[in-house]
């Protein structure tokens, strides 16, 4: 049996909002497997442990260029919200997303070997980090090149879609703003990923066997289940939302414009934040002191 820490117990919590309790009772089913606890979480309090997916840590910026169809969507991150707000960081965001478009480099690595201003994008950036002392990285990007449309939807600086289209530009800036709303995560039932539908299938199947309910019942509600799923993250399947009396698919068929696809950063999606705690450092710093003193 694995031990269940305070830090485990309070990491599940910051991700789900779930009581301290049944975190520790979800860690100890599940194990210590926090992905596993979260699982449970779920099964137990519903919508209560899904906040996960929408808590971001870390700080920084989305940025966009587009140059007729080739465009590119970069994400850059930084320590702290002060940072990105920082005209220096945030020219060095947009020459970055610039050179992506320009230049299709295969990966991070690639983007920070390109020139940029007579020395290397890696050179600037560690520039900048010794002028504003912070620690300062491109994380990913998204090259868009061929024969579609394009357009972008920056909310803020955290937030940023590209979509590639056919039709009316109008139509599509639209989507692309319904997308930093809704979030979808896949254009089409058909293309939600196959390991998203099967953690949803293991919660439904969960929930579903304790109804009680005879086992070809229990079937039915786990199919409803994933079916109202797919609809809800499926871009074209979702309520539009500036007229809830349509979905995407027929916004988008009433403007005569079809979406070939599309991404959406949120910036420090996926990444925890470092948590100081204060009062371990000062007893740490403490006992370092007392040490050297001895």
Known sequence: MAAITAAMVGELRAKTDAPMMECKKAL????????RAEEILRVKLGSKAGKAASRVTAEGVVASF??????????????????????????FTADCAKLVAENNP??????????????TVDTIRSALIGKIG??????????????????????GTRIGVMVEFEGDEIAAKDVAMHIAA?????????????????IERSVAVQKAAESGKPPEIVEKMVEGSIQKYLKE??????TFVKNDKQTVEQMLKAANTTIKG?????????????????????????????????
């Open 262 to 294: 599309f991404t959406m950063f949120v910036v420090g999606e996926g990444i925890e934040k470092r948590q100081d705690d204060f009062a371990a450092e000062v007893a740490a710093q403490v006992a370092a002191a007392t040490k050297a003193t001895a």
């Open 106 to 119: 295969a990966d991070v690595a690639a983007l920070l070997a390109l020139p940029l201003n007579g020395s």
């Open 66 to 91: 587009i140059n007729g169809t080739t465009g590119a969507l970069l994400e850059v991150n930084c320590e702290t919200d002060f940072v990105s707000k920082n005209d220096d960081f945030l020219a």
């Open 134 to 155: 912070e620690n300062i990285m491109p994380r990913r990007f998204k090259r868009f090149a061929g024969s579609n449309k394009l357009v972008s939807y920056l909310h």
């Open 233 to 238: 993250v499926s871009l074209l399947n979702q």
């Open 28 to 35: 100890t089913e599940a194990d210590g497997d926090m992905a």
């Open 182 to 198: 809704m979030k979808p995560v896949a254009l089409s039932m058909a293309d939600v990923p196959a390991e998203s539908i099967a």
